[in-house]
């Protein structure tokens, strides 16, 4: 006799259109369609993770710039000139010190003129 593991079967369907729920049509009701459907969401969760990291990083790039511009520097001579002083602040952080505290983002405006 052969087993045909029909619970298991059974589970594996069911977590799959379990996954598929909040689709259109047959996408979140027909096993074949929503298998497939469930498959490339989870590509576009993934890759969607990896892009949301890139755009952030943009992001903070152009605060960064934005307000070294103020203090008459350019990104990449505010970065470089950090980095000759050996400030090793990320620029999610430098960004957030643009926005929230002016008076620390010039200091370190200064330290990087300086360097």
């Given at each position: 006799?052969?087993?045909?593991?029909?619970?298991?079967?059974?589970?594996r369907?069911?977590?799959?259109?379990?996954?598929?729920?909040?689709?259109?049509?047959?996408r979140?009701?027909?096993?074949?369609?929503?298998?497939?459907?469930v498959?490339k969401?989870?590509?576009h969760?993934?890759?969607?993770?990896?892009?949301?990291?890139?755009s952030?990083?943009?992001?903070?790039?152009?605060?960064?710039?934005?307000?070294?511009?103020?203090?008459?520097l350019?990104?990449?001579?505010?970065?470089?000139?950090l980095?000759?002083?050996?400030?090793?602040?990320?620029?999610?952080v430098?960004?957030?010190?643009?926005?929230?505290?002016?008076?620390?983002?010039?200091?370190?405006?200064?330290?990087?003129k300086?360097?």
């Amino acid at each position: 006799m052969r087993v045909k593991g029909g619970i298991v079967h059974a589970r594996r369907r069911r977590k799959i259109l379990k996954q598929a729920k909040g689709f259109q049509g047959k996408r979140k009701s027909c096993w074949r369609i929503a298998k497939q459907a469930v498959i490339k969401a989870r590509v576009h969760m993934y890759v969607s993770r990896k892009l949301r990291k890139r755009s952030m990083r943009r992001l903070w790039q152009i605060r960064i710039g934005a307000a070294a511009r103020q203090h008459g520097l350019s990104y990449s001579r505010f970065m470089g000139g950090l980095r000759k002083a050996g400030v090793g602040i990320n620029r999610k952080v430098l960004a957030d010190l643009a926005i929230r505290d002016p008076e620390a983002f010039a200091a370190l405006c200064e330290v990087a003129k300086n360097a």
